[in-house]
Nanobody, 117 residues
């Protein structure tokens, strides 16, 4: 069973920053696209950002220019730097292997991000 462990969430004021991290100590990591996803209360989980094994990135329009996804293949982790946070960024954030904008494996616990206005 694949274990994905997210960390770094918290409570922050609007305009602030947080850095999320995901540890994925799996053999697939070096060749897999990885992604971050967000689920707000009463909403479906949505795609936020992805990064290929080679470092190419994609972002949802809602976070483009504010969030940056990065990865360290040697450490098998993927980070999400979130700047200029808005209340609408509030939600639980998850990482996963990304396939066409969707998570491939079972979801982990995620990490909660709450942005106050």
């Amino acid at each position: 069973q694949v274990q994905l462990v997210e960390s770094g969430g918290g409570l922050v004021q609007a305009g602030g920053s947080l850095r999320l991290s995901c540890a994925a100590p799996e053999n697939f990591f070096g060749v897999a696209n990885m992604g971050w996803y967000r689920q707000a209360p009463k909403n479906q989980r949505e795609f936020i950002a992805s990064i290929t094994a080679g470092g190419d990135t994609k972002y949802a329009d809602s976070v483009s220019g504010r969030f940056t996804i990065s990865r360290d293949n040697a450490k098998k982790k993927v980070d999400l730097q979130m700047n200029s946070l808005k209340p609408e960024d509030t939600g639980r954030y998850f990482c996963n292997r990304d396939v066409a904008g969707r998570g491939f494996y079972s979801w982990g616990q995620g990490t909660q991000v709450t942005v106050s206005s």
